[in-house]
């Protein structure tokens, strides 16, 4: 599908698609890669910082690296920034100045998910993350929260920009998803605030079918067009 949409990459998901201590799935993965032209965007993880052990993480650092990516999305936590007690908030921002020297050591960057139930749902925590690992290997995703309103995710695209790697592209609003096509002028000025360097990822199809990848595709090449 990749290959017939001129699309560039894919990120592999650690539960479903490329476990990470599945090595014979990845090596097929990287096969088939190589076959069709396919690169490894970014490993996605579900790793929770605070959660699972830092010593996990080098399990998933190795399959990234054989997938052909050092950028790994994720999870900072299991609850909302603003719903965590400041002890809570201290504690997860060790556990992430500890896993941001194991990215540092092993040449790979961590970004986090701005996903709800976790450190970096809203601005503010992202901004306080960012702020107290100061870690050029340990950055951001962003993508836009269906459950904010339009004013607020334009602050948080905007005030996030430097540290984002990897854009996830959709068009939903709360629990309802729309084609992307449909969203065009409002991707523009999402992306109005990024310099160009990032990923641009197709999360999700609106209806959840295979077949929709080339309209979503269409819709995103027709929202970068203006903006080279």
């Not at 490894?40 to 080098?58: H, P, R």
């Not at 939903?172 to 449909?182: D, I, T």
Request: glycine letters at 6%.
């Amino acid at each position: 599908l990749c290959r017939k949409n001129d699309l560039e990459y894919i990120e592999w998901g650690s539960d479903v698609h490329a476990p990470y201590a599945d090595n014979n799935r990845i090596y097929e993965i990287v096969e088939l890669q190589n076959e069709l032209g396919i690169k490894c965007s970014s490993y996605g993880t579900y790793f929770k910082i605070g959660v699972n052990d830092a010593s996990e993480l080098y399990g998933y650092i190795d399959a990234a690296k054989k997938l052909g990516t050092n950028i790994l999305r994720l999870w900072c936590g299991n609850e909302n920034y603003t719903e965590m007690t400041a002890d809570e908030r201290d504690y997860i921002i060790a556990e992430s100045k500890k896993v941001a020297k194991i990215a540092e050591k092993c040449d790979v960057t961590l970004c986090m998910e701005c996903h709800n139930k976790t450190f970096t749902n809203c601005l503010e925590g992202a901004l306080d993350l960012m702020k107290a690992v100061d870690s050029p290997n340990f950055q951001m995703y962003w993508q836009p929260n269906q459950f904010r309103t339009l004013e607020e995710n334009l602050e948080y695209a905007e005030k996030i920009a430097k540290y984002v790697k990897v854009i996830h592209v959709f068009n939903w609003e709360g629990k309802n998803k729309y084609p992307l096509g449909e969203s065009i002028e409002i991707w523009r000025k999402y992306l109005s605030y990024f310099d160009g360097s990032q990923k641009l990822l197709l999360e999700f199809m609106p209806d959840g079918k295979a077949e929709s990848l080339g309209a979503e595709t269409a819709a995103l090449k027709e929202i970068i067009r203006e903006l080279k």
